[in-house]
C-alpha cells in the first residue's frame, strides 16, 4: 500500500466520523427544540432525497480533479455546519434554520464516496486491489456502527448542538489529509487533455446510463430492488419515529441506548455473515427477516423497557448479515466494468423509499402516535419476507459466493 493510499483511508476515517457525529446529533437536535416528529420526518426527507440521485454523479466525477474534489466536499460541509450553527445561534433561533442546510450536506456526499473510490486503483498495486477495496469496506461499515453507538451515548450527557458543531473537526482533518495526497502531474495532464464537445459528452454519460438501467432491468436484480426500497423505507421511518419512541420509553439517554441497540445488531449480524455464506442467500433472507419482524414486534408490545430493548437489538441481525452477503453476490453476478454503475442504481433505488418512509413515519407518529408507526415497520420485516419467498428466482437463489451464472448473472457488454 503507497502513503497516498494511507492518506486517503485516513479521510476517508475522519470524515465518516465526522458524518456520524452530523448525522445523529441533527435528528435528536430537531426533535430536542421542536419534540414533534413531522421536523423530524422534514430533515429526514430532506437529508435522504439527494441520495435517489446517487447513479447521476459518477458520469460526472469523472470530469473534475479528484483531490480538489474530495476537499470541495469537506470544506463544503464545514461551511454548511458553521453557517447553521450562527444562523441559529445569532438571528434566527428557529429549527428552520438547521433544517434548510441539510440538502446541502447530502449532495455533496453523493460525490465524495465515488471519487474516493475512483482514486484507490491509481494508489495501490493491481495485486493488491481487492485488499485495498476490503479494507476501505471493512472500516468504513466498522466505524459506522461504533460511532452512531458513541454519538447516541454521548447525548446523554452533551447539548446536541453542541456535538452537531463538533463533527467540523473531524471534517477539517478530512480536508487536511486529503491536501496531503500527492497526484501525479501527468494523469492530471493526461485528464486535462481528453476534451470532448459538449453533445460528445451528453451523448456518451446517456448512453451510460442507459446500458446499467437495460442491465439491471433484464436481470434477476430488478426482482429484489422492491424488498432494498421496502429495507431502507423502514429506516426511513425508523430515523423519523425513533426520538418520540426514546421519549417515551424515559428520555434522551433511551435514544442513545436505542441507537447502540440498532447499531450493536447490525455488527452483531455482520459478524456472523462470514458464518452464514453457505446457506442459500434466498432461504436465508426470507427466513431472517421474518424472524426479525416477529422479534421487532414484541419488541413494541412488550411492558418491560430493559426486554423491550434487547428484543429491538435482536431484530436487526437480519440487516447486517443481508447487507454483507449482497455486496458479495453483486460482486459476484456483476462484471467488473458494470459493477458501478449497477450498484448505484441499485443504491438509487432504495433511497428513493427511505426520504418517502421518513417523511411517512414523521407524519404517521405527528397524527396518531407512535404505536401504528412501529406496528407498521414490524409488519413491513413480515412483508418484505412474504415477498422474497413468493418470487421464485429470489427463493431459489444460492449461497452468495455461487451467484454468476445461469439466472444469476448479468452477461458483459458489448464493445
Known sequence: MTLNFWKLLSGRIFSNVGDCFFNVSLIWLIYHITGNTFYTGITGFLVLTPMMLQFLAGPLIEKFDKKKLLIATEAGQIMTVIAAFSLYTTVWHHVLAFIVFTPVVAILSLFSNPAEMTLIPRFVASQKLSSANALMNITYQTLQI??????????????????????????????????????????????????????????????????????????????????????????????????????????????????????????????LAPVLKNIPLGKLTAGSFFISGIVWLFSYFTGNTIISLALYAASFPAIGVTNILFVTAIQRAVPGDQLAQVYTIIISAGSCAMPLGSLAGGQIAYLWGVTPAFTGLGLSFLFLSIYWFSQKILRHMPPADQLGTGAYTISAKAE
Not at 148 to 155: K, Q, S
Not at 187 to 203: F, Q
Not at 220 to 233: G, H, L, Q, V, Y
Request: proline letters at 3%; one cysteine or more; aromatic letters at 14%.
Open 146 to 271: 461504533v460511532f452512531t453507538a458513541l454519538v447516541g451515548a454521548m447525548l446523554i450527557f452533551f447539548n446536541p448542538l453542541h456535538l452537531y458543531l463538533f463533527s467540523v473537526l473531524f471534517n477539517v482533518c478530512s480536508a487536511a489529509c486529503f491536501f496531503l495526497i500527492r497526484m501525479d502531474p501527468r494523469v492530471i495532464r493526461h485528464e486535462d487533455s481528453d476534451k470532448k464537445t459538449l453533445k460528445d459528452m451528453l451523448s456518451d454519460y446517456t448512453r451510460s446510463l442507459v446500458s446499467g438501467f437495460t442491465s439491471v432491468r433484464q436481470s434477476f436484480i430488478s426482482r429484489f430492488i422492491p424488498a432494498t426500497m421496502i429495507c431502507n423505507m423502514l429506516f426511513g421511518m425508523l430515523n423519523a419515529v425513533l426520538p418520540a419512541y426514546a421519549e417515551g420509553c424515559g428520555g434522551a439517554q433511551w435514544f442513545g441506548f436505542y441507537q447502540s441497540a440498532e447499531t450493536l445488531g447490525m455488527l452483531a449480524g455482520a459478524a
